[in-house]
């Protein structure tokens, strides 16, 4: 894999991710809010989506920022490929979204317990519940596409740049091997 498609790969996840950690927890603000008709959900569960967002919203920033130097230069805490870093923040990632979707299983089956067919679209957690578990849904494919991508291997940095050079120069043109 090319030092620039892994790092292309975390920076799309970790905005995706921060994107949905920010409605996440703009959704469990709103969720927080409603009145509970539900006995069995306290308040401090209520509150579990918009904690999950937050977490999301500062994972999916370092998701972002793992940067070229990382590995170019090695500046990380696991040696030269840097992959503990990367799978250490996506497992919490990942982590966090599965106590988002299991908050929101939860809730719905709560809801759809002390409900009617009539009354369930009168009622506004259904909603917020289903679009916290499609946002945390998708953030943990993309925990587990970011480590799946931090722990590919790339090739090392003289190679990158003596093919780009190559490139740059024609080097790899057939018509130039006969000089």
């Known amino acids: 894999m090319q030092l620039s498609t892994k790092k292309c790969l975390l920076t799309y996840t970790g905005a995706i991710m921060f994107a949905f950690g920010f409605g996440i927890m703009l959704e469990g603000i709103s969720y927080k809010a ?3 008709n ?3 959900l306290n308040a401090v569960v209520r509150a579990v989506p918009h904690w999950c967002g937050m977490l999301l919203l500062l994972l999916g920033a370092r998701n972002f920022t793992f940067g070229l ?3 170019k230069y090695g500046m990380n805490c696991c040696g030269q490929s840097g992959a503990c870093e990367v799978v250490f923040v996506n497992l919490l990632a990942l982590v966090v979204s599965g106590c988002a979707i299991g908050m929101t299983i939860w809730g719905s089956f709560e809801n759809l317990k002390s ?3 009539e009354t ?3 009622k506004p957690d259904f909603i917020y519940l289903i679009g916290i578990w499609f946002m945390s849904m998708i953030c943990a494919i993309l925990a587990l596409l970011s480590m799946f ?3 590919l291997p790339i090739g090392s940095p003289s190679e990158e740049e003596d093919v780009i050079e190559m490139q740059q120069y024609g080097h790899d043109n057939p018509q130039f ?3």
Do not use: E, H, R, V
């Open 34 to 36: 409603l009145p509970s």
């Open 177 to 179: 091997s006969k000089y």
């Open 38 to 40: 539900d006995l069995n």
């Open 149 to 151: 991508a931090g722990c």
């Open 120 to 122: 369930i679209a009168q």
């Open 69 to 71: 130097a990382q590995w």
């Open 115 to 117: 409900s009617t067919a």
